[in-house]
């Protein structure tokens, strides 16, 4: 088992022919992902990387039966991508980009309350079930297989949760990088539940970040389902100084400025592992077993 | 992006928002001939232009600027003429600047505006929810700073939609928190609603009226105004990206700008070279806690090339509060012999001066290291976050 991709998973790639993509899709193949066709408006018909292109991704999900996406696709055409997954009714779709404007997140929030599909991004390196299916850019030479669920806010420190695990000689069931922009896909919660149900997964590692109240809402969450899978977090941004800020409205909607030691202290309290460094966590994880 | 009062009220003044009459002058005379324009016999306030709240409280680095903050009210020109003096050229610090302050060039001058009560008003996004929120808040007694720390649940918020205007029940929610009387009610529903499309109309992330005056006459006024804009968006809006005032950041700021970096200074001495901003946060969290200070990170992000990289590293060495090097890349998108690469070639230009440690991960890392050891560059290579750190502080101590 994992969660939301494995073996199974039929994916297709939204803007295959790009370079980043081209570079990124054919390792995602050699790593025995089953990407099943690319999408790139007005190249449909034209073969790619081995793999049928079509013009839309309706198209590529009547064709080979896809239930996922991937998109490399750059910020100014997100929205449409995005929206063209959530038409074609794919279980799952992750996008890449960095840069979207918040406006047209605002937007795409609004048409995924409204669908069945499941949005990993923007900003992300995307997620890998190791030893099965990668979608993204993570660098899976680094990733085991095993029975540590991953998720995180912030990419790179995804790499460093996952190097943790591994020194703990433990290995990940799934790997998730939500993204660390302003308005996100999917979050922790949508993350805990499903690692929750999942056999394969022993424990959850989640990493954190200032900003937001993201944390916060994990760890009620946490504590309300009163989850029994251990969960080691880390929450990066306690050593930032001073922020240069405008104006107060972003500290009233969270009720009050809120710290990442806030954070921190949400977690414990729910009963979640704290660890001040984040190469402290393999030594949490070795506790555990 | 942020912009001055005096552009974000000329905004919100196209959308049918109320303005103090008012102009801006760079030099004192300037300032003296523009309150002539905007009232015949004054008061006027004259504001300082930085891009930043609280000014009012704030004070000033230079003595000739004398006591007071960097909002003023004036009542005859020629005190006009000596209080523009005083600020412009000045150093004004406030809360949200931090302690280096920001430099005053230009005074907005506005006819003071009689009003019988204040009240604060924003719009703002709610991360949990992905949602456009109103706040408004009564701030007769309290400021909104101290009310956003100590009773947030007695500001008013209410979710907007994303399309259309303010229904007739939201803004009476608003009369009614308010206490405001019945002569109030369209100007308050012209008031939220050109609040509300200024943001959407603009990709804004952030509008802020602290405070907005409400008139015997029930007209309500902007007496301050603050927007913040989507960086992300700007290339949708030409208009907004020309208001960049490059004063407002250093000059690294602007060069690491150049190259779609992101760059920050802080006060202590180590320089960090990462590639996205959680290893940044994690990085500086690591060095703290063994008590040694950031000066500044640099994050490179992914997809770049070798010259790009090099020019982003020279910014970080030649910031001279840099006593070590941290470049911590953890490969993805970014090719770590990019990075390596990179290295060599800024080194080769500016030289290699301070310690310089270097942990690479992910894509191409062998290949990084390699490509470093031949270089014959003092440059020490770690496995690990925590053994960079470790190594780059005993380097910087030894080389005192």
Known sequence: ?289 | MNIHEYQAKKILSQYGIQIPRGGIAYTPTEAKRVAGRTSLRGPWVLKAQIQSGARNEGYFLEKKAGNKGGIRLSKTRRDILKQSEQMLGSTLVTVQTGPKGKLVSRIYVEAFEKVESIFYAGIAIDRINAALTLLVASVKKEDITQMAVNNPEQILKITLDLQGEVSPAQVNQVMDYLKLKPRSAKHLETFINGLHKAFIDYDATMIEINPAGVKRSGEIVALDAKISFDDNALYRHRDIKRLQDDYENSERELQAAKYKFTYSEFDGSIGCIVNGDGIALAAMDLLRSKNVGTACFLNVKGGVDKDKIASGIKIIMTNPRVEGILINILGGFLRCNLIADGIISAASEVGLNVPLVVRFEGTNKDEAKEILQKSNLPIIIAETMEEAVDKLIAAVEESD
């Open chain 1, 1 to 289: 088992m994992s969660i939301l991709i494995n073996r199974d998973t039929k994916v297709i790639c939204q803007g295959i022919t790009g370079t980043q993509a081209t570079f990124h899709v054919r390792r995602s193949l050699d790593y025995g992902t089953q990407v099943v066709a690319g999408v790139t408006p007005g190249k449909g018909g034209e073969t790619h990387l081995g793999l049928p292109v079509f013009n839309t991704v309706k198209e590529a999900k009547k064709a080979t039966g896809a239930n996922a996406s991937v998109m490399y696709v750059p910020a100014p055409y997100v929205k449409s991508a995005i929206k063209e997954a959530i038409d074609a009714k794919l279980d799952l779709t992750v996008c890449i980009a960095d840069g979207v404007p918040i406006k047209d997140m605002l937007e795409i929030k609004e048409m995924l309350r409204h669908s069945k599909t499941k949005l990993i991004g923007p900003n992300t390196p995307g997620i890998i079930t190791p030893g099965q299916a990668r979608m993204g850019i993570f660098p899976e030479n680094i990733h085991q297989a095993g029975n540590i669920g991953i998720v995180s806010r912030s990419s790179t420190l995804t790499y460093e949760a996952v190097l943790e695990t591994n020194r703990a000689g433990m290995g990940q069931s799934t790997v998730i990088g939500l993204g660390d922009d302003m308005l996100i896909g999917i979050d922790f919660i949508d993350a805990i539940e499903r690692f929750n149900k999942d056999d394969e997964t022993k424990a959850i590692v989640m990493i954190g970040q200032s900003g937001g109240t993201f944390e916060e809402a994990a760890a009620r969450y946490y504590k309300e389902q009163s989850i029994k899978k251990p969960m080691i977090a880390f929450v990066a941004g306690n050593a930032i100084p001073f922020g240069h800020k405008m104006g107060y409205a972003g500290d009233i909607i969270t009720n009050g400025y809120v710290s990442v030691q806030d954070k921190k202290d949400a977690l414990s309290d729910a009963g979640v592992i704290v660890v001040d460094k984040i190469n402290d966590i393999h030594k949490e994880l070795q506790k555990l077993s």
